[in-house]
């Protein structure tokens, strides 16, 4: 064995005891003499008062002046006055701050992952024991790879993982042989150590604290894309948002191959507007006896692709002193727009290509985000079920839907021509193809069309007297077969 790996398995073992120390101990109860110390203790030199002699008080300390009387009931009723005065007074009674165990509450758990997302803090993590599973059971982020119950127990744990276990340095005269040695005892002791953490995100609690118990639903981060008005307001807010920095906003930018943009428009650039305020009797305008002429509302401001995309799957402009900068709000990734737009040199003014070729709008979100991934959107049902979708797909699926019964509306709404001029035209279209005739030679024949529709009325007269004959015949038979009842 080389000196490396015994020096990797010393350090192994070490860890694997620290994680062993810090869930056997506890806070250490407070001494027995302590309870025991009594608190009503009286000085040595202070004397009973049975002791204390008596002394005769003057008379003068029974005589009551007028004037001290008179001042002592101008101090009461002051007093009163300032009491009354600051009982009237409102109080402002602060916030109740939410209880530290909620595992329902969707807003506490994306704040206790907020707290993963600062690089210096916190490095990326196997899947088993990454940012969401400490979220989940009430654990945040206080420190260097360091997680605490804020709030509840108190207990911290330092998540040892990759900076004890590292490789040495190669070339140490140690054979190829030893070396892939080396690397499978390693990759194994990793695999424990993330075993070992899997069980310190429940039991790393104390034990009377209410996370050990019980933590998050699989479901508390999905996003509230079902309800239509929720998604829509949420989506023209991140869009209005971004439309505040068009001019940092990158144009290279990468969708999956099953979005198509163009299905959407024109109809998205209506659904993006905010909604009209319902009018109510006392808003409603009063009609004059001089109506103005109606006029007609404003075009709709022009589409920004750009804006529209980046919002469509979850960015939104971020808010601060810094431009050009853009987020995710649920799995807390920020992105500098300006990696992904070409530069201008400052001494020669040619133009340099962009840091970054393309900007995908899926790929630079967290893995676990679900935006991009259908298990976090949909739970566990999201591997089973292929039709579970992403929350960008969800999204997606539900602008499409609105444009399409938009489409609808503005279909209907075209000016139908009547049955009876349809058909008139259908005929007198069916005779100009029959006879050859152009429009000129049926504009001459109009008193000949004019006969024909004569006779055409003619005709359906008959029709009708001869539908009523029958009619009548079948109500007689009718009461016929009533009276041999």
């Not at 030199?45 to 007028?66: G, M, Q």
């Not at 990326?124 to 940012?131: F, L």
């Not at 069309?449 to 009708?464: G, I, Q, S, Y």
Request: net charge positive; hydrophobic share 30%; charged share 30%.
């Amino acid at each position: 064995m080389t000196v490396a790996l015994s020096t990797t398995k010393r350090k192994f073992h070490k860890i694997l005891d620290s994680i062993s120390n810090a869930s056997n101990t506890s806070l250490v109860p407070q001494s027995d003499t302590d309870n025991n110390v009594s608190t009503t203790t009286l000085p040595a030199t202070l004397e009973s008062p049975a002791k204390r002699p008596r002394t005769a008080r003057p008379v003068s300390a029974f005589v009551t002046s007028t004037p001290l009387i008179a001042r002592a009931q101008v101090r009461a009723s002051s007093s009163v006055n300032r009491s009354s005065a600051v009982s009237a007074m409102p109080t402002i009674v602060p916030d109740p701050e939410p209880p530290n165990f909620a595992p329902w509450d969707r807003g506490q758990f994306l704040k206790r992952l907020e707290s993963f997302r600062h690089v210096d803090k916190w490095m990326g993590k196997p899947e088993k024991i990454d940012e969401v599973h400490w979220a989940k059971r009430g654990w945040s982020c206080v420190g260097r790879d360091t997680v605490r119950c804020v709030g509840g127990c108190s207990q911290e744990l330092v998540i040892e993982l990759e900076n004890d276990l590292d490789s040495p340095v190669r070339g140490d005269g140690t054979d190829g042989q030893d070396e892939n040695d080396e690397d499978d005892w390693r990759e194994k002791a990793r695999e424990q150590l993330v075993e070992k953490y899997v069980e310190k995100v429940v039991t790393g609690h104390s034990a009377e604290c209410l996370w050990r118990r019980r933590g998050c639903d699989d479901m508390i981060f999905r996003l509230p894309l079902y309800h239509q008005t929720t998604a829509i307001s949420s989506l023209r807010q991140r869009y209005e948002s971004l439309l505040a920095m068009a001019a940092d906003l990158p144009t290279n930018l990468s969708t999956p191959p099953s979005f198509d943009l163009s299905e959407y428009q024109p109809e998205i650039t209506t659904i993006l507007q905010p909604p009209k305020p319902p009018t109510t009797p006392s808003t409603a305008p009063v009609p004059s006896p001089n109506p103005p002429s109606p006029t007609r509302s404003p075009p709709a401001p022009p589409l920004n692709r750009e804006a529209l995309l980046l919002a469509l799957f979850g960015w939104q402009a971020e808010t601060g002193h810094i431009p050009g900068l853009a987020s995710c709000s649920t799995c807390f990734r920020r992105l500098g727009l300006w990696l992904f737009i070409p530069q201008i040199s400052a001494t020669t003014g040619e133009e340099k290509e962009a840091t970054m070729a393309r900007l995908d709008l899926v790929g630079e979100h967290r893995d676990y985000c679900p935006w991009i991934d259908a298990v976090s959107q949909n739970g566990p049902a999201g591997k089973e079920k292929e039709k579970e979708k992403a929350g960008w797909a969800v999204l997606a699926k539900l602008v499409l839907g609105m444009v399409r019964t938009k489409r609808r509306e503005q279909r209907d709404e075209k000016p139908r021509v009547p049955l009876e001029r349809r058909w008139e035209d259908e005929v007198s279209v069916s005779r100009t193809f029959a006879t050859g005739t152009t429009a000129v030679e049926s504009g001459s024949r109009s008193e000949e069309n004019e006969k024909e529709k004569e006779k055409d009325k003619e005709r359906w007269a008959r029709l009708k007297r001869i539908k009523q004959a029958f009619t009548i015949k079948k109500g007689r038979k009718k009461e016929g077969a009533k009276a041999h009842a």
